[in-house]
């Protein structure tokens, strides 16, 4: 049984349910001292446009500032929302318009044993989201132990294959800034791409059950799962992001090596799987007017 880490055992209710949960969070004057952060620590951005997340530098010295910058500004609303709990980094993500700035379909890695702790992922948008700016899309009821899997980048989704499937479920979430949505890691989610002219910035920042050890898994030549156990600010500290989390861990040390059955489903066992995950986490298909008016009660300034 893993112990509650929202202070309000109705938030904590709706979030084991829905594997995920809409709250305000930022003031206005506290948004813009985020776009002036981001502003700062990004003095030039690409120009070819897409999705980029801080993590994905090769700057430690840049990765670690902007975690501690946006820490600082965040933890006084940890501790209104949040018990028992510890940090583990932040970044900010921000898309470029352009057809190439979706964020794919999936899930977060395993990074804590979910037997007995949670991992959340506190999204944060910087400016309003809506239908043209990549919004954040999530699959409700997608999330441990309501679908229990292991997840890596050297591990297929159990809906490898068939995202287009999964997509069809998943809302949207059109929120005011400042608003955060915070995410079970396991919870299936993805962003469009932003087609609306201007940038669109967010934040991702890490909660987990306190003093819960850091893994990550890695699936070696021979098949078998590799469990380390790692930093706590390992996710800040790859290096060549986008080759070194398919590499055996250079940090960390090797817990234990297992084998592991790792079932990727055909489409017609996902359907019904994802139907009655999403019905169980009450939303029905023809439920998005419903959603959308219970979520304006949260994203009205």
């Known amino acids: 049984m893993v112990a509650p880490i929202f202070k ?32 700062q620590l990004h003095p030039q951005l690409p ?10 530098s090769n700057d430690f010295d840049y990765k670690k500032k902007a975690s501690d910058e946006i820490t600082a500004v965040f933890s006084k609303h940890y501790e209104r929302l949040f018990s028992n709990y510890q940090t583990f980094g932040a970044a900010f993500l921000y898309k470029l318009p352009s057809q190439g700035s979706q964020l794919g379909i999936h899930q977060d890695w395993t990074i804590v044993d979910e037997e007995q702790f949670v991992a959340l992922n506190c999204w944060v948008p910087l400016t309003d989201t809506d239908a043209t700016n ?8 997608s999330h441990y132990p309501k679908h229990n899997t292991l997840r890596a980048p050297t591990l297929p989704f ?7 499937v999964v997509v069809k479920q998943t809302i949207p ?37 306190k003093n819960a050890p850091m893994v990550f898994h890695y699936k070696n030549s021979e098949n078998k799962v590799e469990r380390y156990t790692m930093p706590e600010d390992f996710l800040i ?12 861990p250079k940090l960390g040390s090797l817990l234990q090596q297992n084998n592991y059955e790792h079932k990727v489903l055909p489409k017609e066992e996902l359907i019904p799987l994802i139907t009655n995950l999403k019905a169980e986490a009450g939303f029905k298909n023809q439920q998005p007017s419903l959603f959308n008016r219970l979520l304006s009660k949260f994203t009205k300034t």
């Open 47 to 56: 120009q070819q446009g897409g999705f980029i997340s801080g993590s994905y």
């Open 237 to 248: 500290r790859f290096e060549n992001f986008a080759t070194s989390i398919f590499e055996s």
């Open 173 to 209: 979430f059109y929120v005011k800034a400042g608003t955060a949505v915070i995410l079970n890691q396991s919870v299936i989610h993805y962003s469009p791409p932003n087609t609306s002219g201007a940038i669109r910035k967010a934040i991702t920042a890490g909660i987990k059950t």
């Open 158 to 164: 159990f809906f490898t294959g068939n995202e287009e």
């Open 134 to 141: 990549g919004a954040l899309h999530v699959m409700p009821g």
């Open 8 to 39: 309000d055992p109705a938030q904590q209710a709706i979030f084991d349910k829905q594997g995920f949960i809409v709250v305000p969070f930022l003031t206005n004057e506290e948004v813009l001292l985020m776009n002036n952060i981001f502003d």
